[in-house]
């Protein structure tokens, strides 16, 4: 929950000095220091921030504290220099005005650490981003490395600002920072030479001595210890609280992070070596022939080592240190310096040497922090310059300081007092006069352009002739003795004749802040700022880029004569162009105040405060302010802020602004004595009435903020909702015509099917059709054709080329044919039919009728041969063939049958007597007579019989005697058997049951088996009404000899009687018959 505090909760005094009661300087003091004992070192004065210096940390600037302040309005938090922060950023953010902060009060009031408490405060309130965060961070980086070369330890304070710093802090719409320019005023630089007692030299010369490292000194040619150089005081060196090497890592880290580059770090790091070798250098006197003094230089190491540094010839510095050339017009006049005039250029050198590196530090720093963007810029400028300054001896330093000085309180007075009643004036409101201390008299006392006191220091300074600074007061006392803030001794004013606190060779000037006396010596000097052109043309020279580049004017090529503008006109002038800078800018002023002179927490010196709060004419700004009114505002910005409090303004308001606000006001029901209503603007008296109105802005601006969102989500809703309708419609769209499609497709192809199909039917049925049609044409055509052809052909033939192809070939063919019967006719082989000679085959295509020829040839051959055959020889030749048929290759006898001639009757049975008897015995008439062997069964030895054959009968006499032994009618024989191989042996197998069977088969053997068995078996067959008699060829068959079967067995083998058959009994079923192989 947003804890709601208020600047009144928990008020220690009170934190508006407006709300003071009774107003009064000691209660203003009393509240001051009231607040300042319980650690609340801000209070305000309406909208200027009062801020005592506490000397010590405070737990006021955490991040925590940040949040708290960031965003809320200014009266709403106890006072805070975060809270002016923040109304300042806001405004520059919200309401596009420029802003300034102005920051004063005298030397150690707590300036520098507001400045960079402010710059804190922005840069974490600020956007945030890489680019962003990298500028931010170069911001507050510039601060280490400023504060490093400007600042410098004074009696008053231990970080003396002894430069001015403008800082103009540019950011974008956004309000986010986008760069800065930094402007320097007037750097202390006698500080460089010569610093007071108690006093130190810049921060960065005791830096650089204690924090770098023994390499870079020894680059630098230092030494770490102070005491080496003359420029460097002794006395306060060493500073309580300040870590000078730690300080050194922190200004380099800064310098890095601000851009430097490490050639730049390092060429700056030489020119401050140069200057503290500078300061070593001395000399002494060395008298001339001519009377006059001239200087020397002491002991040259130290030059030399200078000169090594900046790559300068030391023997051109040397001469530099030794003659002034002084040229006028086309004269150049070259004078010896004395030694108090080598000093005075030396340390001129220093000083310039100094201020323009720090120039080139704050233009350096400005090239990194400057705005890449040109869009345009809003801008926050700070100003912290140094304070207000009254030493024991003032010089020309502290008066060009305390004129900055009273030009801001002028510009405090202008803004806040002399302005805001001016204009309660202005704008019609009753108001009664508040008194106030004007200091433009002082002001004018200084810078008026006639006789104001730059004006006569810069007449001087260029007059002609002997000008000193005694000449110079002389002038103040002659044309400012009249003024009311001018104090001198000399002076025409005889008021001060007898002041012997005024000195002299002194001027005093009232100012607003007290009275300061100014010692008049060096006023001239150090206004001229003088160095003598030897030394910068000497410094031109030099090969150290930085240094050549730091005195342009000594460039021999641009040799100006013309003197440069003195340092007051200079200051003036930026100080003018200040002001009218912060002129254009919304003010916002922290007024630092210093507790006490001792720099200790704790400690509240009152007369110190009292005349702080004095000279700041802080409780003239209270009474104006409590008379007046806190907060105005021209009617229309007022009415445009507040117009959404009200229904008849908002929105939008037709009538005059100033009406407009009235009806706000009357409305929202402000009490009238709470405002009043000025020409232009309305004037509120309490910053309460404010913070009401802001509040009521602030939830009026959330209800409508959530009006907006509520419209704009409704918008946004109903636009998406509508937007997703369109695309629900689109799509829709899209897929109907998708599904129309896809269905249109597949009619469309369906019918496109059927309709191929129909078409195919009737295309198919047109093409048979018209097939048929052709096919009748094609068959009329083609029997005209053939009709025509042949009536042609028939007409034509004999003119046919092609016919005589056909008639060749058949002439030839016959041709051919004649030759080879021809050839053959005249070849033909002998007529006997077992020549196998036939004439060779004369064409391959003949190979047919060739051997055809050939078949037909040998059956005629034969049939002729056969033709010639009688009876009797047809009737061998058949019983020859028959034989054939019987036993060829079916016994081996028979192949030696076929060249013997069947003789039938061997022993012409009729004509031999011997057989007469057995030959009318036998009435038929004989067919064979042979003698055969007849095998006797018990041993199968043969006995010879005579056998012969008839028609009807075989009969088997005996040989020697004729007897016939056996007749056995053919009918009566069964069959025949023979064996396959050579032998003679057969037997007569008988009919079982015939009259001749009683004795049993008959086994022979004869020469003439082949013979025999032929014409039995055709007798056999002739014989009447028998079946032909079977032969049985087989080398084992049985015969039967009257009750025994016997077998007889055939075997190939040698027998025992040569290469005759033998035959042998084995046993009584068993006749062997042996026939040789050869046989
Ligand atoms: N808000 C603060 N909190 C704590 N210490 C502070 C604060 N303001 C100032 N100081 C102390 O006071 C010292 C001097 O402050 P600062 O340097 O800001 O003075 P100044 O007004 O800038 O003086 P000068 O005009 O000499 O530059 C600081 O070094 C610091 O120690
Ligand atoms: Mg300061």
Redesign the pocket.
Known sequence: MEVKTSLLDNMIGVGDMVLLEPLSEDSFLENLRNRFDHNE?YTYIGSVVI?V??????PIYTPDKVEEYRNRNFYELSPHIYALADEAYRSLRDQDKDQCILIT??????????SK?VMSYVAAVCGKGQEVNKVKEQLLQSNPVLEAFG?AK?V??????RFGKYMDIEFDFKGDPLGGVISNYLLEKSRVVKQPRGERNFHIFYQLLSGASDDTLKKLKLERDFSKYNYLSLDSAAVNGLDDAASFRTVRNAMQIVGFMEDEMQSVLQLVAAVLKLGNIEFKPESRCNGTDESRIKDKNDLKEMCELLGIEQSVLERAFSYRTVEAKLEKVSTTLNVAQAYYARDALAKNLYTRLFSWLVTRINESIKAQANARHKVMGVL?I??FEIFEDNSFEQFIINYCNEKLQQIFIELTLREEQEEYVREGIEWTNIEYFNNAIICDLIENNQNGILAMLDEECLRPGTVTDETFLDKLNTICAEHQHFESRLSKNSKFLNDHSLPHSCFRIQHYAGKVLYRTEGFVDKNNDLLYRDLSQAMYKATHSLIKQLFPEGNPAKVNLKRPPTAGFQFKASVGTLMRNLQTKNPNYIR?IKPNDK?ASHIFTESLVRHQVRYLGLMENVRVRRAGYAFRQPYEPCLERYKMLCKRTWPHWRGPAREGVETLMVDLQVPTDEFSYGRSKIFIRNPRTLFFLEERRRQCLEDLATLIQKIYRGWKRRTEFLQLKKSQIVVAAWYRRFAQQKKYVKIKSATTMVQSYTRGWQARKLLRELKYQKRCKEAVTTIAAYWHGTQVRREYRKFFRANAGKKIYEFTIQRIMQKYFLGLKHNMPPMSPIDKNWPARPYRFLDGVHKELQRIFHLWRCKKYRSRFTEEKKAVYEEKLEASEIFKDKKALYSSSVSQPFKGDYLEISKNPKYQKLSSAVEEKVLLADVVNKINRANGKGTARIFLLTKKNVVLADQKTGQVKASVPLLDLASVSVSTLSDGFFALRLKQGSASAIKGDFLLSSEHLIEIITKLHRTGATAADQDQLNIDISDEFLVQFKQDKVCVKFMRGAARNGNSVSCKRKNNRLLEVWVPTTA
């Open positions: 070192i801020s210096n506490p000397y010590r940390s405070l009060g005298e030397s150690g009031a707590g300036k520098t650490e507001a408490l600042n004074t008053r304070n231990d970080n003396s600002s912290d140094y304070g630092c720099k």
